[in-house]
């Protein structure tokens, strides 16, 4: 690994958008090649993977794993961008129980239909719905299907506020979810905190702050091989292998299983993730060079 290749977990702050990060790791390590593995709304907090010089290669393989988050669940209130930060439309009174709460959650599990926000990336006409949002236009969305793996109530604040456990599939809004489990119990809500626990199979447990960046710089890095951990190791055998899989031509070999590995040379640098099928290894995708 070069000194300023590899990948920082790092705990996003409150108030930062998920490029702010990026820029401020740019700034850090001097570094034009920055990337990061799923969109944090600004007001989150938690892991955001950020990758960094030829790292930015595994950022297409970040972006669609499942995540967790912890969400507080704030009732009786509706706003327009289905977290406490927009313009509230709609104030109810809290008639729903802490049993009601949960009774409500398994509507909420599996694989669910969700309306996009308004307030989202997602782009009609090649513009985004937040820009229309923000001209006063709303425009009709199609549902889409995501996965809850798990919801459960962790926590009561207090008679409106509730912190929920949320493991879920890519695409899933955790804002529309507090919405919908509002409307479901007649009373509204929003999502008035989150905090990712888990993206791209990294862990808040791995993660470091933006100060501990700027102190400690490259020496944080986790090498790129890791974030393929759970793919097998193969290392090639002689200089030749090594040639062909520089040049990107298949590895002949006997006696793999059918799947990806991670491909290695023979000083343990890591040079690819590689697709064996039918005898030979394909690279999927190099990590060797600039």
Request: aromatic residues 8%; contains cysteine; proline residues 4%.
């Amino acid at each position: 690994m070069r000194m300023n290749d590899g990948i920082f977990v790092i705990d996003k702050p409150s108030g930062w958008t998920s490029m702010d990060v990026c820029a401020k790791v740019r700034g850090i390590l001097h570094q034009k090649r920055v990337g990061h593995g799923g969109t944090l709304d600004p007001m989150a907090t938690g892991v955001l993977p950020v990758f960094v010089g030829s790292a930015t290669r595994a950022v297409e393989f970040a972006e669609g794993g499942d995540k967790e988050y912890l969400a507080t669940l704030t009732l009786g209130v509706t706003t327009n961008t289905q977290d406490s930060t927009g313009q509230v439309l709609r104030r109810c009174p809290v008639t729903a129980t802490e049993g009601m709460v949960e009774a409500v959650l398994p509507r909420f599990t599996g694989e669910i239909q969700q309306v996009p926000p308004m307030y989202s990336a997602i782009k009609r006409q090649g513009v985004k719905l937040y820009e229309l949002a923000r001209r006063g236009v709303e425009v009709e969305r199609q549902p889409r299907p995501v996965t809850i793996y798990a919801l459960e109530l962790l926590e009561r604040l207090d008679e409106a506020s509730y912190v929920l456990r949320v493991l879920c599939s890519k695409g899933t809004y955790i804002r529309t979810l507090c919405h919908d489990i509002g409307q479901a119990l007649g009373c509204g809500g929003v999502m008035s905190s989150l905090r990712r626990t888990m993206a791209a199979g990294f862990t808040i447990h791995q993660a470091v702050t933006l100060e501990e960046v700027e102190e400690r710089g490259a020496e944080l890095l986790l090498p790129t091989d890791h974030f393929f951990a759970q793919y097998p190791a193969f290392t090639l055998l002689t200089a030749g292998q090594e040639k062909r899989c520089r040049n990107g031509n298949p590895i002949q070999t006997e006696g793999l299983s059918p799947g990806l590995y991670r491909v290695y040379g023979r000083d343990g640098a890591f040079l690819c993730l590689s697709d064996y099928r039918d005898g030979q290894l394909v690279s999927v995708k190099n990590f060797f060079g600039g």
